[in-house]
């Protein structure tokens, strides 16, 4: 099993930046893909971006190519989240996401709250 823990979020405004991080532990960090998902009020969880075990591919919702940087470091079981030029519409509850390819299932943090407002 997979424990994770979001950090980073907070009250940003318009056009600003924030560092999303995720500190895992209980398994080898290194197997898993992990991902970046958010959830704005009322509306469904969607995928932010996603980066390999071996952090070699990198995959964004397409929207956010350019602002936003996943990265993660397998020696510290890390994961970040790089946001830039943050927009009112980032505001969400974002979460980390651990998949194992192996046996096919997800573990989640229990997300970090990132408020973009004036």
């Known amino acids: 099993?997979?424990?994770l823990v979001e950090s980073g979020g907070g009250l940003v405004q318009p056009g600003?930046?924030?560092r999303l991080s995720c500190?895992?532990?209980g398994s080898i960090f290194s197997m898993y893909a992990m991902s970046w998902y958010r959830q704005a009020p009322g509306k469904e969880r969607e995928l932010v971006a996603t980066i390999n075990s071996a952090a070699g591919s990198t995959h964004y919702k397409g929207s956010l190519k350019g602002r936003f940087t996943i990265?993660?470091?397998n020696a510290k079981n890390?994961?970040?989240?790089q946001m830039n030029s943050l927009k009112p519409d980032d505001t969400?509850?974002?979460y980390c996401n651990a998949y194992s390819?192996?046996?096919e299932y997800d573990y989640w943090g229990q997300g970090t709250q990132v408020t973009?407002?004036?």
């Open 1 to 3: 099993q997979v424990q």
């Open 16 to 18: 600003g930046s924030l």
């Open 23 to 25: 500190a895992a532990s």
């Open 71 to 73: 990265s993660r470091d």
């Open 78 to 81: 890390t994961v970040h989240l």
């Open 92 to 94: 969400a509850l974002y």
């Open 101 to 103: 390819p192996v046996t």
């Open 116 to 118: 973009v407002s004036s």
